[in-house]
Nanobody, 126 residues
Framework: VQLQASGGGQVQAGGSLRLSCAASGRTASIYAMGWFRQAPGKEREFVAS????????NYADSVQGRFTMSRNNIQNTLDLQMNSLKPEDTANYYC????????????????????WGQGTLVTVSS
């Protein structure tokens, strides 16, 4: 499975951006997909995840209510709509995929995901 993330850019605080991730290869093996982010000097952290059907979504507390994740299994794409952006949202954003379901804690762990895309940089200025 190969993942290609896009959509990053620079925006002012309060603005919006939409990230996309295109999956290719053995996409039928993907169960859950997720977004993680890594700010300069910090560890990579969980942002959101979604299961195969798109019904089960999980968000980090820091983005709950501002970010919305969606998935298109026909086009094999994953989107992250980010609204009300804050300077603390500045980071490289990575999409990830796994062939496994997982617990509340597992889906928030980088170790749960076997496939990773390259990062796309989001910069939010105050």
């Amino acid at each position: 499975v190969q993942l290609q993330a896009s959509g990053g850019g620079q925006v002012q605080a309060g603005g919006s951006l939409r990230l996309s991730c295109a999956a290719s290869g053995r996409t039928a093996s993907i169960y859950a997909m997720g977004w993680f982010r890594q700010a300069p000097g910090k560890e990579r952290e969980f942002v959101a995840s979604i299961n195969r059907s798109g019904v089960r979504k999980n968000y980090a507390d820091s983005v709950q209510g501002r970010f919305t994740m969606s998935r298109n299994n026909i086009q094999n794409t994953l989107d992250l709509q980010m609204n009300s952006l804050k300077p603390e949202d500045t980071a490289n954003y990575y999409c990830a995929a796994t062939g496994s379901s997982g617990s509340y804690y597992q889906i928030r762990s980088m170790a749960h995901y076997a496939y990773w895309g390259q990062g796309t940089l989001v910069t939010v200025s105050s």
